[in-house]
């Protein structure tokens, strides 16, 4: 080691990782509480420093001489971001170099990612994204509640910075360094319990130049004008409900009125989260409203630490102080004889809640692809709300099945209470999804698409229509189906029902059919009705049965033509009724070969080879008069014969009478 390079006597120590110490020169260090730290420190090193010091955690030591010795009085800590080979001392044989360093959660800037939290609290979504990153060392919460169990959480293309600083704010929890460690540990908490005394913990103001290195000697205080009353407010789906914090006012007394803030879709989904979000928004807003800046030698500054203020000449400011942003700067000569260590810091009264300021949410107005996913083995998966579940293509982390989102909404052309417009995809399904109000922790599927692998159900241009699919186990011919044929002359509406079609008319059913109708049934048909019916035909009307065809009616049966009417069968016809009447308005005639039986308004007339008038107890021809005539032969035959006309009877023949009987009376 040259004889000009030694730790000895030296304010400013620089350890990278496990080597060092190296000599610093300079150092500039911003830190802030819920903020980033920027440290740079300048070093002489006998050695090249190698690149893989980075992401290691590094430490500068302050020690500048007290009563005669040096005694460290100032840990500054951080993870290595950025190394830079200044120069060469050649005559030194050295090299000089400048280190740039950032907190833990700095170190996560460079981890971006799109993934989905499900079921988790705040605090264990935090805890995930450090263990992820390697980064669980760094890492210390003290916090009284887990936070909000957030059901479904995205990170969508944010670095996990990013992503956690939001879920911080979300909460208003706070975070800083520790500086009593001597490696970076990020301190996060929700309340000011967590905060601790600076060393000394009381602190003079003084402008005096020899109480300079123990006093604040500049001291400015600020009154702002801020937000009186903050209102957060959203919609949650599940309650179909306005949710509203009500207005949440400030507890400054000397607020302005009227200066109301109003924030609707800001990520809280339930009452007690809207209420807890206005309530944590004010906290921060008045904790704000009246900061001081100061300036002081005391290396023990630091965010996330408290103050009290003495001797300083408004009696009101002689109190407890919170520090919130501090700058340093330390400045070494090479043979470190002369020194110089400065701040500059920010504040504001502990008598408030410290909250960090709120941060929105990113926006994601783009429409997301993805795919419907369900338990294995099954075609759909959907809740009593219609709603399914969906893998990001960006999701990488995600599982295909049924947690692998929450559920998700469907959009519907209409919904309405127990009315409207609904198709759910199925599992597989290539759908888009949006997002309501650009809340990525709210989904909505706006729609499906076909792909490379879903081909679409129609590959001509004419034809649209709907078509599904039968599940489980369905096949490509097994669906339902609305088709529509445009194509000019070859116009269509085609139906089909995989199995059953009912119709249900509350009223009319009206068709006009202006070409033919024809119906195909393979198996039964009945028609019902529960009062008349009416089947009309400009033209011919046919009925056609391959069996037997039966006309039934529990009360009267009619038929009706206005010319003729003929009934034929090749075999027997049969009228059977405990009355038969058959009716012509000019004649009746029923005949069969040349045998005629024929009625005419003017008589009877039977006209038959042979005619057999039998009765098996009496047989009676009565009237005015009653002629019986036989060409040949005549026989009037019983075992009682009557013949009796009430004014005269003739007997005549042209040749012979005959009267025979075991008794004949003639009176």
């Not at 205080?221 to 179909?240: C, F, G, P």
């Not at 904790?287 to 103050?307: H, I, Q, R, S």
């Not at 429409?367 to 990488?396: C, H």
Request: charged share 25%.
């Amino acid at each position: 080691m040259a004889d000009s390079y030694t730790q000895k006597q030296r304010p400013l120590l620089v350890y990278l990782d496990s080597d060092g110490p190296f000599i610093g020169t300079y150092l500039d260090c911003q830190e802030q509480l819920s903020g980033d730290l920027k440290l740079t420190v300048e070093f002489r090193s006998e050695k090249e420093i190698a690149p893989s010091v980075l992401a290691k955690p590094g430490r500068i030591e302050y020690q500048p001489m007290d009563s005669g010795k040096r005694e460290m009085q100032r840990c500054f800590s951080g993870l290595i971001a950025d190394i830079e080979h200044l120069e060469v001392i050649t005559s030194k044989d050295q090299y000089r170099y400048r280190v740039s360093m950032c907190d833990p959660l700095s170190m996560l800037e460079y981890r971006r990612h799109c993934q989905i939290f499900q079921s988790q609290e705040t605090r264990a979504i935090v805890e995930q994204v450090f263990k992820d990153a390697g980064l669980s060392n760094y890492l210390s919460m003290d916090v009284q509640s887990p936070g909000v169990n957030h059901e479904y959480c995205v990170q969508f293309d944010e670095t996990d910075a990013a992503f956690v600083r939001r879920m911080l704010a979300s909460e208003g929890w706070h975070y800083h360094l520790d500086i009593s460690a001597k490696q970076p540990k990020l301190l996060i908490g929700d309340s000011n319990q967590i905060f601790k005394d600076t060393d000394p913990s009381s602190v003079p103001f003084s402008q005096e130049t020899e109480n300079r290195q123990q006093s604040i000697f500049t001291w400015h205080n600020r009154s702002r004008v801020s937000v009186s009353n903050v209102i957060v407010a959203n919609h949650s789906q599940e309650l179909a409900e306005y949710l509203d914090s009500g207005a949440r006012q400030s507890s400054d007394s000397s607020k302005q009125s009227d200066l109301e803030e109003y924030h609707y879709a800001d990520g809280q989904y339930q009452k007690e989260d809207v209420r807890a979000a206005a309530k944590t928004r004010m906290e921060s807003y008045d904790t704000n409203k009246n900061p001081a800046e100061g300036e002081c030698c005391l290396p023990g500054m630091a965010p996330g630490y408290m103050f009290k203020l003495e001797d300083h000449p408004v009696k009101s400011n002689n109190s407890r102080w919170l520090i919130t942003h501090v700058h340093h700067r330390i400045l070494t000569t090479e043979d470190a004889v002369e020194r110089e260590y400065q701040n500059r810091f920010s504040c504001v009264p502990t008598d408030l809640q410290w909250r960090p300021e709120p941060m929105h949410k990113p926006r994601l107005h783009s429409l997301q692809s993805a795919e419907v996913t369900g338990p294995d083995g099954k075609e759909t998966n959907q809740d009593k709300m219609g709603r399914i579940k969906v893998k990001f293509d960006w999701d990488t982390k995600g599982e295909s099945n049924e947690k692998s989102s929450c559920w998700i909404p469907v959009c519907q052309s209409m919904a309405g209470n127990g009315m409207g417009v609904q198709f759910v995809p199925r599992i597989g399904d290539a759908v888009l999804v949006a997002f309501i109000d650009g809340d990525p922790d709210r989904p909505v599927v706006a729609g499906s698409l076909f792909n490379g692998k879903h081909d679409p159900v129609y590959d001509t241009p004419t034809q649209a229509g709907i078509r599904s699919r039968s599940t489980p186990d369905g096949n490509s011919d097994n669906y339902n189906e609305i088709r529509f044929e445009d194509k000019k002359d070859s116009e269509e509406l085609y139906m089909q029902a995989e199995k059953d079609m009912n119709l249900l008319v509350k009223n009319d059913l009206g068709a006009e059919i202006q070409a033919n109708l024809k119906t195909t049934v393979d198996k039964k048909t009945d028609i019902e009705s529960k009062e008349d019916m009416s089947v009309t035909t400009d033209a011919q009307m046919s009925l056609k049965s391959s069996k037997d065809m039966s006309l039934e009616s529990d009360q009267n049966l009619n038929a009706k033509a206005s010319q003729d009417v003929a009934i034929s069968a090749t075999s027997n016809v049969s009228v059977d009724g405990q009355q038969i009447k058959i009716s012509g308005q000019t004649k009746i005639e029923l005949s069969v070969g040349s045998n005629s039986i024929s009625i005419s308004p003017s008589g009877v007339e039977i006209s038959a080879m042979k005619v057999s008038i039998s009765g098996q107890t009496q047989a009676e021809l009565k009237g005015a008069m009653v002629t019986v005539q036989g060409q040949a032969t005549a026989d009037l035959k019983g075992a009682i014969v009557n013949v009796n006309g009430d004014a005269m009877t003739n007997v005549k023949a042209g040749a012979m009478v005959q009267v025979q009987g075991g008794i004949t009376k003639i009176n």
